[in-house]
């Protein structure tokens, strides 16, 4: 007889029985996991990520707070934890960059490793999202068998007012939580306050675990979950009643239609090393053994080959190259925007919500449209330049060759000190930008990557400013970096 499988997660408060789940299937499902701030939450998601990873299912953590690394050591600190791979991160092995996501889906798709993607230090929440876009959107495409993913700070990703700046990465996240179960993907979603959460990737849960919740908001989206499940009334109100005093490890399991559960449980320990921001340093030992068990160099070579080769471009290549890219991702964004807006269910949309969709996607569209204007003048310039089109002073002032990343972010960190938030945004952009048009770009292209208008009071004073400050300069209307100042 064949044993069933089981993740064990810890004991009934109610009958002092080891609260168990059978693995078939569970690793497709979508479970929920909110608690405030210290109620333990992250510490039993990974107790039940443990679990999965022993019984051989591959999990990806997608981790904007730099905590998941720990997976890889032993509980006392000194030794090798579980095989997982850290990406980014302070303790990564792997540097992480925005356009990563898709190669990352790949090696998880074709190795089977669970993995942790820690987002913390990556430069804007912007990069975050297109990360985990871009890992979910080529996961959904190629993944032949069941992997879980973790998402730590859900309402990042799947917020409850879908904005024009996460439409993207949650029209990604909503076709894997609605049908990713037939592509073999099941998800745990993490959130200090589940009305944080979209309604509509809430009400696809499966199973709610609920640790201490003490304002009346988030024990309002709980209750409000349960009766949308069907749950008793009488039963509903035994279990809320007992949110605002759970202990600390200790959470309801809610799943009336799949566990068909309603139980307090205290979860087990850790069987990994659980790191502690706030104890003795000298209480973390470990040295040199983060995620051991996937040894660096290997995951290394392994992890190269589903990185894209680089071809050698000459300058001007290079230019029209970065604009065919770009060009190709906000068609990707405006395609991603759409579905997400077609997927949002008729029944819980307001005539506002609809005003609002359609302002946001017509706004979409104008930008797509400035920003193509604005790239295509760039590249006629660089033309124009390359053609001689230009007087002998005005081409010799143009860069004769392209600053580091790192000249051009230490750059701005250090002017951004004295700057005001609307030159400080200008300059951040155009830092952004530097990579792709080091030669400068249009005022409108700035204003449109800015979120400012080029005809506006505030984006023209600012501008002005910074060209006084010796920051900018301007040349046949184009905005560029002080080259003196990249030397």
Avoid at 143 to 159: D, Q, R, T
Avoid at 184 to 201: C, E, H, S, V, Y
């Amino acid at each position: 007889m064949v044993q069933t499988k089981v993740l064990t997660l810890g004991r009934s408060v109610l009958n002092d029985k080891q609260f168990e789940i059978s693995l078939a299937r569970a690793a497709t499902k979508k479970l929920g996991v909110v608690g405030i701030s210290g109620s333990g939450k992250t510490h039993n998601s990974a107790v039940l990520v443990e679990q999965f990873i022993r019984q051989g299912v591959p999990v990806v953590i997608f981790d904007p707070v730099g905590r998941w690394w720990d997976l890889g050591i032993s509980a006392d600190g000194k030794g090798k934890g579980l095989p997982i791979a850290v990406i980014g991160g302070q303790r990564g092995q792997i540097e992480l960059t925005p356009e990563m996501g898709g190669a990352i889906a790949r090696y998880v798709a074709e190795m089977r490793v669970p993995t942790v993607i820690d987002l913390s230090q990556m430069r804007s929440k912007s990069h975050w999202r297109q990360v985990v876009a871009d890992f979910g959107n080529t996961l959904f495409e190629i993944n032949h068998a069941p992997v879980h993913l973790v998402i730590e700070e859900a309402p990042e990703f799947v917020p409850q007012r879908v904005m024009e700046s996460v439409a993207g990465v949650y029209g990604a996240m909503d076709k894997l939580i609605r049908i990713g179960r037939n592509k073999g993907i099941g998800m745990t979603l993490i959130a200090q306050r589940p009305q944080m959460i979209n309604k509509d990737a809430l009400s696809q849960v499966n199973a709610l675990i609920v640790m201490r919740l003490t304002d009346p908001g988030s024990i309002d989206a709980a209750r409000d979950w349960l009766d949308a499940q069907g749950a008793e009334s009488d039963l509903v109100n035994t279990f809320i009643g007992r949110l605002p005093a759970l202990a600390d490890g200790t959470g309801l399991v809610l799943s009336p239609a799949w566990l068909k559960t309603f139980d307090c449980v205290q979860f087990h320990r850790r069987e990994t090393f659980h790191y502690d921001p706030e104890a003795d340093e000298d209480a973390f030992t470990a040295t040199g053994n983060i995620a051991q068990a996937v040894d660096t160099d290997s995951l290394q070579k392994a992890f190269a080959k589903f990185i894209p080769a680089k071809t050698q471009l000459t300058k001007s290549s290079r230019v029209e190259a970065a604009i065919v890219e770009r060009a190709e991702r906000l068609q990707k964004e405006n395609d991603e925007l759409r579905t997400a807006l077609e997927t949002q269910q008729a029944d819980t949309i307001t005539d506002e919500d609809v005003q609002q969709q359609i302002a946001l996607a017509v706004n979409e569209r104008d930008a797509q449209i400035a920003k193509l204007t604005g790239a295509l003048a760039a590249i006629n310039e660089q033309i124009k330049t390359a053609l001689g089109g230009e007087s002998a002073a005005e081409s010799a002032s143009l860069p004769s060759h392209m600053a580091s990343a790192n000249r051009v972010t230490a750059l701005v960190q250090k002017a951004s000190e004295k700057l005001d938030k609307t030159e400080k945004k200008i300059l951040e952009t155009l830092g952004d930008l530097y990579p792709m048009f080091p030669s400068g770009v249009r005022v409108e292209q700035l204003a449109v990557e800015s979120r400012y208008s080029a005809n506006g009071g505030a984006f023209g004073g600012a501008l002005a400013r910074l060209a006084k400050r010796r920051l900018i300069v301007r040349a046949s209307g184009m905005i560029r970096f002080n080259p003196d100042l990249l030397r």
